[in-house]
């Protein structure tokens, strides 16, 4: 069992920063895939970014050049670095840990973008 646990959202300003953290538990954390997805009211969850357990990346069209995810095994953390934020982006965001063919999500965390 991998728990997933979120951080980091909040309220902002259209054109301002956030950066997300998630924390997950277990010692292969390394070669977990871990995303982060996104869900606005009304609308479905959708993927915005993951980070393989090589370092590659992939983005969601809308957020590329703007989100920037990382990770850091020694703290079994990754983060998104958000950046110039619309409210489009507002929405509930999670964590996910891909890890021997199971997703374990987050509780997820709140990102509110004022106009």
């Known amino acids: 069992q991998v728990q997933v646990v979120e951080s980091g959202g909040g309220l902002v300003q259209t054109g301002g920063s956030l950066r997300l953290s998630c924390t997950a538990s277990?010692?292969?954390?390394?070669?977990?895939?871990m995303a982060w997805y996104r869900q606005a009211p009304r609308t479905q969850r959708e993927l915005v970014a993951f980070i393989t357990r090589d370092g590659v990346t992939n983005y969601k069209d809308s957020v590329k050049g703007r989100f920037t995810i990382s990770r850091d095994n020694t703290k079994t953390t990754v983060y998104l670095q958000m950046a110039s934020l619309k409210p489009e982006d507002t929405a509930v965001y999670y964590c996910n840990a891909y890890y021997r063919r199971t997703y374990y999500w987050g509780q997820g965390t709140q990102v509110t973008v004022s106009s």
């Open positions: 277990g010692t292969d954390f390394s070669t977990y895939t």
